[in-house]
T-cell receptor, first 113, second 113 residues
Framework: EPEVTQTPSHQVTQMGQEVILRCVPISNHLYFYWYRQILGQKVEFLVS????????KSEIFDDQFSVERPDGSNFTLKIRSTKLEDSAMYFC???????????FGPGTRLTVL | QKEVEQNSGPLSVPEGAIASLNCTYS??????FFWYRQYSGKSPELIMS????GDKEDGRFTAQLNKASQYVSLLIRDSQPSDSATYLCAVATRSGGYNKLIFGAGTRLAVHP
């Protein structure tokens, strides 16, 4: 069964460093999303992406964040200058054309020291 | 502020019993409703979606939606220890295309032998 994949599974970085989290959505899906979950808290929407542009972003998704689909398969989330409070699980999700259901990848645990 | 509310639990049920999980949402224009299961340290796994008032059954799971009361529920019949997890209710305001999910904090279910 097709699934969303994410790399790396765990990323440790120093405060102020740039990180790139990578996702490969399900192959025929057209809508892509990033969510995050701080330990013990709710899953929070960050951004949705369709047709090579951002469809919607949350107030969390400030100028330090960016997304890109550099080729036909990868979808990336970049954090330019990480803060301690960016430590969280980051989940990529995708949905099919005309579909409402979103399927999540296994997540990347980001630890900012 | 659009909210999705769930009882945090833990909801403890004996093996073989019916587990009943509830969710309320604040945005009346919500169109799509989802239940995800999340094991500790893992990503959300979609188990049910429901879009119209009434019941929807899939194996041991039944989702119920009442838009007038802004209420969604999930019944798990013949509960098994492997069902022990946190169940996340998620709501979206669009019926198609890109779709921001708003999550509740989750209800922790514990099924004891």
């Amino acid at each position: 069964e097709p699934e969303v994949t994410q790399t790396p599974s765990h990323q440790v970085t120093q405060m102020g460093q740039e990180v790139i989290l990578r996702c490969v959505p399900i192959s025929n899906h057209l809508y892509f999303y990033w969510y995050r979950q701080i330990l013990g808290q709710k899953v929070e929407f960050l951004v949705s992406f369709y047709n090579n542009e951002i469809s919607e972003k949350s107030e969390i998704f400030d100028d330090q964040f960016s997304v890109e689909r550099p080729d036909g398969s990868n979808f990336t989330l970049k954090i330019r200058s990480t803060k301690l409070e960016d430590s969280a699980m980051y989940f990529c999700a995708s949905s099919a054309p005309g579909g409402r259901e979103q399927f999540f990848g296994p997540g990347t645990r980001l630890t900012v020291l | 502020q659009k909210e999705v509310e769930q009882n945090s639990g833990p909801l403890s049920v004996p093996e073989g019993a019916i587990a009943s999980l509830n969710c309320t949402y604040s945005d009346r224009v919500s169109q799509s409703f989802f239940w995800y299961r999340q094991y500790s340290g893992k990503s959300p796994e979609l188990i049910m979606s429901i879009y119209s008032n009434g019941d929807k059954e899939d194996g041991r799971f039944t989702a119920q939606l009442n838009k007038a009361s802004q209420y969604v529920s999930l019944l798990i019949r013949d509960s098994q220890p492997s069902d022990s997890a946190t169940y996340l209710c998620a709501v979206a305001t669009r019926s198609g295309g890109y779709n921001k999910l708003i999550f509740g904090a989750g209800t922790r279910l514990a099924v004891h032998p």
